[in-house]
Nanobody, 114 residues
Framework: QVQLVESGGGLVQTGGSLRLSCAAS????????MGWYRRPPGKQRELVGL???????RYSDSVKGRFAISRDNAKNTVDLQMNNLKPEDTAVYYC????????WGQGTQVTVSS
């Protein structure tokens, strides 16, 4: 059983930055894919980005060039650095790790004011 705990959400103005962190406990392999989804208000959950065990990253077009994902396999953490935030980035952000099953964090709110 894997448990994920996110931190770092909050309120920020347009153009600002936030860094989200996610700590995983339980059996997480360095080869497991980790990443972030988000659920904007009134919309479905969407992929923000992911990082493979080899460190390959992939991002949605809406955040490419502004967000960066990194992981620390020794600490079982995955971070999301968000720069140049826009009001449309407002959402609940969820980290996940795929171990054969998808394990989710509880979510952290990010609100970007215009």
């Amino acid at each position: 059983q894997v448990q994920l705990v996110e931190s770092g959400g909050g309120l920020v103005q347009t153009g600002g930055s936030l860094r989200l962190s996610c700590a995983a406990s339980g059996t997480v392999l360095s080869t497991d894919v980790m990443g972030w989804y988000r659920r904007p208000p009134g919309k479905q959950r969407e992929l923000v980005g992911l990082v493979t065990g080899r460190g390959t990253t992939r991002y949605s077009d809406s955040v490419k060039g502004r967000f960066a994902i990194s992981r620390d396999n020794a600490k079982n953490t995955v971070d999301l650095q968000m720069n140049n935030l826009k009001p449309e980035d407002t959402a609940v952000y969820y980290c996940y790790v795929y171990t054969g099953d998808t394990n989710w964090g509880q979510g952290t709110q990010v609100t970007v004011s215009s």
